[in-house]
RNA sequence: GGAGAGGUGGCCGAGUGGCCGAAGGCAGCUGCCUGCUAAGCAGUUAACGGGGAAACUCGUUCCAGGGUUCGAAUCCCUGCCUCUCCGCCA
């Protein structure tokens, strides 16, 4: 959520911003709202003024034993008045609190403008393999290999749902163990969050009210399957003041990710690679605001040493504004490269969203006794998605033999084993 | 699911209709004092919103939402959460 009093005194650049989003925003009625709700403030304050004078009067002569039934009944009719400008009041604090969970945050000045076909790569890591034969893609490596059940998957759950089975069961939990470690090493600190949310979780760090769709919601609860672990984390801290001191909080959380992937039919359908459910490392940072974007490079790079541990090439992807989550400022996309569907995967997106989400949770720091409270700023990344990666390990250490070579890296976690065949 | 207790400021904790934004204590901050691993004394310390260049000022806030009343932390209703006991349960 952006600060009203900003968008109050800078308009033009939220409408930009949000056109660069591609979203819809009803900025003028926004504006009207914000300046019709202090209009009414100033209004109803002056007669709040006059009750309360008037009642610690009505005070005084009661205790004094004089009659104040004049003053009551003068009184009756100021309350009955405030109460209508009251309720009238919220109605408009309402509809503008409605309306700003709709503004997009502003994408920082160094994001590229326009769609992804604007997106900049900032570094590619890793060479892409060569292979002496046509790498198959992992639906074929992981049946083959007895990993992967897709099958199965779709008779028990419908399309969007696969079974990893025997070693490939293993080899994820390998490497979520992998991933974990290697993140608490950096000084993360581990998590399990509940994988069911409130709507204000979801509200706090932005997937409501506007991905609404994309979420799964229990039919007799009001509640969320999470999309992320963005969400049970990051709101760990909602409504809270934090220790200055406390700051920088890193945390790795391994989750589930429920996606209904609404609209998403025909894209990247097969295999692994775009499913309703799926597992995920993920880090979140939260952080002062002067430190927020150096964060998010060294997030970034932790994000990118899972890659280079399990030795995938990838590139980094500097998103366009277009391109750019509704909550994020600035975000890079790692893109590992995956030789069976000869393709760039996104395995992460790692994100700063100043004090967009801090504002929505109302997360605060005082920075020194004394000193003002302060939105912290909130930021998170994969550290990764397990399909995505799993895809990645099949398919680029696929050998001649039609085996699997276990980066090196990994093989502690799986029973020291250097292959899968 | 059943029975009971409770939710007050950074923390503890008083407060059952009228200068209560809230006693007292702790913690914090500012002085003074003392020269010693600390104590004493005095003062001070909430958040949010409106107006104002500012000084400042006004309003709101005692879990949340309704209600009673001229006036509610205090009374009534509903909800949420926490704790204890019982039941159920991986």
């Not at 007669?47 to 009067?57: F, G, H, I, P, R």
């Not at 990051?234 to 989750?255: D, F, I, Q, R």
Request: with cysteine; aromatic share 6%; hydrophobic share 40%.
């Amino acid at each position: 959520m952006l600060d009203i009093k900003f968008i109050r005194e800078n308009p033009e650049l939220v409408r930009t911003a949000a056109a660069r989003k591609n979203t819809d925003l009803d900025l003028d009625g926004l504006l009207r709202l914000d300046k019709e709700r202090r209009e009414n403030i100033l209004e109803v304050e002056k007669l709040k003024q006059q009750l309360n004078t008037a009642s610690a009067e009505i005070a005084k002569r009661k205790k004094a034993g004089e009659n104040a039934a004049a003053a009551i009944a003068a009184m009756k009719a100021v309350s009955e008045q405030i109460g209508g400008m009251d309720a009238r009041l919220r109605e408009i604090e309402s509809a503008l609190q409605a309306k700003l969970l709709w503004v997009p945050n502003v994408p920082d000045e160094s994001v590229p403008v326009g769609d992804e076909s604007n997106n900049v790569t900032i570094r590619t890591w890793g060479e892409k393999p060569a292979f002496s034969f046509t790498p198959a893609p992992h639906w074929e490596l992981g049946e083959k290999l007895g990993m992967l059940d897709l099958a199965r998957g779709a008779k028990i759950s419908g399309s969007g749902y696969f079974v990893l089975t025997g070693r490939g069961a293993r080899l994820q939990r390998a490497l979520i163990n992998f991933m974990i470690d290697r993140h608490v090493r950096e000084g993360y600190t581990e998590i399990r969050p509940p994988y069911l949310v409130t709507t204000q979780t979801m509200t706090g760090t932005g997937q409501l009210p506007k991905l609404a769709d994309d979420m799964y919601k229990l039919g007799e609860e009001d509640m969320y399957l999470i999309p992320t672990g963005e969400v049970p984390v990051t709101n760990l801290h909602a409504g809270e003041t934090l220790k200055a001191e406390a700051l920088p909080l890193k945390y790795v959380s391994y989750t589930p990710c429920f996606r209904r992937e609404a609209g998403a039919h025909g894209k990247d359908t097969r295999g692994m690679m775009r499913v309703h459910q799926f597992d995920k490392v993920e880090l979140v940072k939260i952080v002062q605001p002067e430190s927020s974007f150096a964060e998010l490079e060294l997030l970034t790079a932790d994000a990118e040493d899972i890659l280079q541990a399990l030795e995938l090439p990838y590139r980094v992807r500097m998103l366009a504004t277009g391109d750019l989550s509704f909550a994020a400022t600035k975000c890079y996309d790692l893109e590992v490269w995956s030789a069976g569907v000869d393709n760039h995967l996104e395995v992460s997106s790692c994100s700063n969203f100043l004090d967009f989400q801090a504002r929505r949770m109302n997360t605060r720091y005082r920075p020194a006794p004394k000193e003002k409270l302060r939105f912290v700023h909130t930021l998170n990344g994969s550290g990764l998605a397990l399909p995505r990666t799993m895809i990645a390990l099949l398919e680029n250490h696929q050998t001649a033999r039609g085996t699997i070579r276990i980066p090196e890296k990994l093989r502690p976690y799986f029973g020291g084993e250097d292959e899968i065949g």
